[in-house]
Structure formats: C-alpha cells, structure tokens
C-alpha cells in the first residue's frame, strides 16, 4: 500500500512532477532523453574501457550481460499465455460470439481514442499517476462519505434504467412481438 507510505508518495509525486516540468517546458520527448542516456553511457563506458587499456588500469566493472535459458522460456511461458487469451478474446469479437465484451472493448477504445486527442502520453502518464497515488488515499481517509455518495448514485441509476426500459425498450420489444405476429 504505496499511499500509507507518505514520505515515499510525496517523493514519488515530487519526482515525477519535475520530470514532467523537464519534458514539458524542454520539448524532449521520452524516446529522445533515453536515447541521449544510453549514448552517453556508452561513450563514457568506451571512453573508460580504452583509456584503461593504455593507462594499464582495470576495465569497468560490468555485470555479466545475459539473460539464462529459464529466464527466457518464463518470460515466453508468460508472454504466450496472454497473448493467446488476447487472440482468444479478439477471435470470439470478430466471430460474434461475445457481443458484451465487444461493446465494453470498442467502449475503451474510444474512450482511449478521446483521451489520447485531448492530451499527450506525457501528461496522461502524469495524472495517472498522480490519481493512481491520491485517490486511493482520499478513499480511505473518506470512506463513509463516498460510500454513501456511491449508493445514492447506484440507486439513481437503477431509477434511470428503469424508466428507461419502461419508456424505450419495452416499446421496442412491443413492436418487434407486433411485427412478428403480423408477419
């Protein structure tokens, strides 16, 4: 539980603002700062290693760069596993046998597609962040508020659907039933 550690939050929080400062008022993108990281570090790393070499000193101290046969194989187990579910959900979608999960999937891709027009990634990590550390936090601090809000607002919702179907979908069903008589 990340939010009960204050100190930590607040330094998270605090980092994470001064880098979005950073990108947002120097124009670099993510892509570019890492790119510019990695460079330097390889210079640095080769600039070492080949003045030691004519300094007579030890080369940098490097950890063993390789990934073991089992490390691999989980990660493809765990990759594979996913991506088959993935395909399973997209084949089921495409097929039209899941017509819920079609509609919650084509629903979260426009709310993505909205989202993703009115900000950019930068930004939308950033308060993503800021809500994934905060609210959690405010939801225990108010608990009984927000529960109480929470079910006044599920019972208008009930009402809502309610007159709804009453209004619009057993009008529809009606005339569906009529024209299946008159047919």
Not at 112 to 122: A, H, K, Q, R
Request: with cysteine; hydrophobic share 50%.
């Amino acid at each position: 539980m990340l939010w009960r550690r204050g100190n930590l939050t607040m330094g998270i929080l605090l980092v994470t603002l001064a880098a979005w400062v950073v990108f947002e008022k120097s124009g670099y993108t993510l892509l570019s700062l890492v790119s510019s990281v990695l460079l330097l570090l390889i210079v640095i790393l080769f600039l070492w290693a080949k003045s030691a070499a004519i300094l007579n000193r030890p080369a940098p101290p490097l950890p063993e760069l390789l990934l073991s046969e089992e490390m691999v194989n989980q990660a493809g187990a765990f990759v594979r596993c996913h991506v088959n579910g993935l395909l399973s959900a997209f084949q089921d979608i495409a097929l039209g046998k899941d017509t819920r999960l079609f509609f919650e999937v084509a629903a979260y891709l426009l709310l993505i597609s909205v989202v993703g027009g009115l900000t950019d990634f930068l930004t939308l990590g950033y308060t993503s962040l800021v809500l994934i550390l905060t609210v959690p936090a405010l939801y225990e601090r108010y608990e009984d508020y927000v529960d109480s809000y929470i079910i006044i607002g599920c019972r208008k919702m009930q009402q809502l659907y309610v007159e709804f179907d009453s209004k619009f979908v057993n009008r529809i069903r009606n005339w569906i039933v009529e024209r299946k008589k008159l047919s």
